[in-house]
């Protein structure tokens, strides 16, 4: 009906404006710009360098952990029954568990697990600079040795040796005992793998700086990023964890198009 | 065609049916006399391409088309060849260059399979036959005749009369394959005693302890509470041939434990460094490399078969297939703070083997 086309659209746009949800179509837009802007605004207030060392990081620490930690750590980190003392572990080992949302535990099982991060990045650093201020430990890590450019092939190697038995040669992961895992390592942050690295969390050993030198960290984070932006050479890695999701695979698509195959060769033409 | 076995006859399905091995010796069949009949083939049916003339074409068509394809398939596989060369500095043309052959040889044998299968189905002949299985024996001339062959042989040939000759050929074809021993024999160990070999490794009194691969030696003080390191005999990585073979035996494992979590016999208690243990990374069921360290719980985990060893325990095998705790390398401290080992494994690193003791 093409003589129609005019009216009819000036009159949807009428009964448009007139129509019962728009006043709260209206409002919600209205409430985004200004949740919007507060956003902008409060993050770029909030963005300013937390400064590690300072008493007041340390005190913000200390009340947070209070606050969420002590049930289990203890008013001084000094550990309980529930969870070990953290006197001695870094800023590292704090970055690590909170920053990966493996801390504050959901419930006690066979190993944390990620899960969304609690925390923002600054209630972290001040958590970690509170720990870090009850005993010396590893630091953050930070600088040149996470940029991801160091030596691949020494990474590889040094990661093939110390590393690939348990997170699988591509950093896939792999199973434990008792429902423990080592998880898989792609899309991991070059920071978290570091202090994952020098603090060794959980079940993981440490490998400290005698053992992995710090530019030889490097070059094992050099190596995980080369796996996360380089795609399989072999094709379709299907989740790199060897003859489990191969062999599926194969059985189900291999034999599955034989049987096709054959039952259409069998099968009378129509 | 298919029944060449009928004197050019051809059988419907009735005919079949007549034709059942009634007359079958007893001794090697039972002949059921109430036996269900035959029931034949189903009616024939007539197909598409058989009926109408236009989806005849359209079969035919389909079958020279994925015959051409297939001729695509190949050159496309040269062609791809070439455009997609393997870079020997860029890993990622492998992928491509994998890929773009493979779709088009897939092409060209897929296309050439169908095309194949396709026109059989609905082009060629859809007649059905049978062929009737025809006694395998043969016939009693057929049978006197073939035994008057080899006598007549025997007797022309003189096999069985001049046996020095039958004997001394004998003889011969079996010393044939003897060299063959000989010379598969040389690829083993040569000089050495395989025995001997897999009893001792690089480990003696005084070598160091050095990290994997660098071969820097270890401190006692760099190993750390719920560290692990990969160790090597100091001096391997100089070795001019056979730093595989050696590594493969004397590869090993040093973890540091709370000293008041192990549990050590009496008499390897100085087999350890205030609470540094050293293990055989070599598991005892087939010899993968175990060193899958649980800092925590002190289970070492083999990834192949999943034997558990308890590192508190001297390594006493808790769970999986493995019969016998990991061998311990007992471990001490120099005068300059590099660790050493007190001697070589007390006992034969690996799975067993016949003459282990």
Redesign the interface.
Known sequence: MPENRTPTAARGRKAGRRHPLASIALIAIGLLFTGGAYAAFSTSTASAETDMASQQTIEEGKKLFAANCATCHGMGAEGSEDGPSLIGVGAASVDFQVGTGRMPLQMQGPQAEQKPVQFTDEQTAALAAWVASLAPGPAIPEGELLDGEGDTANGA??FR??CA??HNVAGAG?A???G?F?PSLSGVSAKHIYEAMVT?P???????D??IKPEDKRDVITYLKYLDN??????IDLGSIGPVSEGLFLWIFGLGSIVALTV??TA??? | MANDDNGGKDLTAADAHGARPSEASAGTAVVTRDAIGNPGFPPHRARMTDSDPTAERKAERSVYTLFYLSVVGSVWAIAAYIIFPIDAADPGSVRLNNLFIGLGLSLALLALGIGAVHWGKALMSDHEGIDIRHPVRGTEETRARAVEIFQEADQESGFGRRTLIRNSLIGALIAFPLPAVVLFRGLGPQDEDPVALLEHTMWKKGTRLAIDPSGRPIKASDVTLGSAFHVIPEGLQDLEHGKLEEKAKAAVLLMRLDPADLIEAPDRKGWSYDGIVAYSKICTHVGCPVALYEQQTHHLLCPCHQSQFDVTNHCEVIFGPAKRPLPQLPIAVDSEGYLIAQSDFTEPVGPSYWERH
């Open positions: 190697e040094l040796i110390n038995m348990c792999g434990l005992t008792e423990k080592a060794g959980q079940n993981m050993p440490v490998f400290n005698m053992n380089n795609p399989s050479p072999g094709g259409w060769i009378k033409s129509n």
